[in-house]
């Protein structure tokens, strides 16, 4: 199975500040990543998918990076909704699998 | 609009099975695959495994071999996710959640979640 290593697990920051979140798979997954942002009690909520595209209606301080092994989350500016939990995922194959999740704290 | 709308809360007592429905709307339901994934309280997410609504072909994490079934009903379009043998460590939060099956793309819309409590 590929494992997918996340980190920090946790971030503290503040309203406006550029954060970034990396995600490391064990071995390549070429593009095949997605991010998700999940807010407690609900589903996931697809962010990113493919390494680096934004889907339909998701804000664009939102932004991915990477290929290969290694991936990053940018937001360019922290609003009080995104203080959250994310996940990356790849599905290169199966199983499909997760990071450990990081969560995103108000300083 | 897709909509999955899934089954209401569980408890149940270990070594009991539960199962739970997904039931899907708004597409062609046999054009997507159907993903479980589960979220132990506190914790991450767990692939669990799909099935192809279209013939009924399932592709199960090595972890739930033997302990998970999962099913689809085309007159309902509902999924099906049984798993049995339950233990205090399967209490979770479980998902569905669709991907297109002619092409790879990952999971962009989940039902609500069944929370099921495994307990004595």
């Known amino acids: 199975d590929i494992q997918m290593t996340q980190s920090p697990s946790t971030l503290s920051a503040s309203v406006g500040d550029r954060v970034t979140i990396t995600c490391r798979a064990s071995?390549?997954?070429?593009?095949?990543l997605a991010w998700y942002q999940q807010k407690p009690g609900k589903a996931p909520k697809l962010l990113i998918s493919?390494?680096?595209t934004l889907e339909s209606g998701v804000p664009s301080r939102f932004s991915g990076s990477g290929s290969g092994t290694e991936f990053t989350l940018t937001i360019s500016s922290l609003q009080p909704d995104d203080f959250v939990t994310y996940y990356c995922?790849?599905?290169?194959?199966?199983?499909?699998?997760f990071g450990q999740g990081t969560k995103v704290e108000i300083k | 609009q897709v909509q999955l709308v899934q089954s209401g809360a569980e408890v149940k007592k270990p070594g009991a099975s539960v199962k739970v429905s997904c039931k899907a709307s708004g597409y062609t339901f046999t054009s997507y695959y159907m993903h479980w994934v589960r979220q132990a309280p506190g914790q991450g997410l767990e692939w669990m495994g799909k099935i192809n609504p279209s013939g009924g072909t399932t592709s199960n994490a090595q972890k739930f071999q033997g302990r998970v079934t999962m099913t689809s009903d085309t007159s309902t379009t509902t999924v099906y996710m049984e798993l049995s043998s339950l233990r205090s460590e399967d209490t979770a939060m479980y998902f569905c959640a669709r991907d297109p099956s002619w092409q790879l793309r990952p999971l962009e819309h989940w039902g609500q979640g069944t929370l099921v409590t495994v307990s004595s």
């Open positions: 071995q390549t997954i070429s593009s095949w």
């Open positions: 995922q790849q599905y290169n194959s199966y199983p499909w699998t």
């Open positions: 493919k390494a680096s």
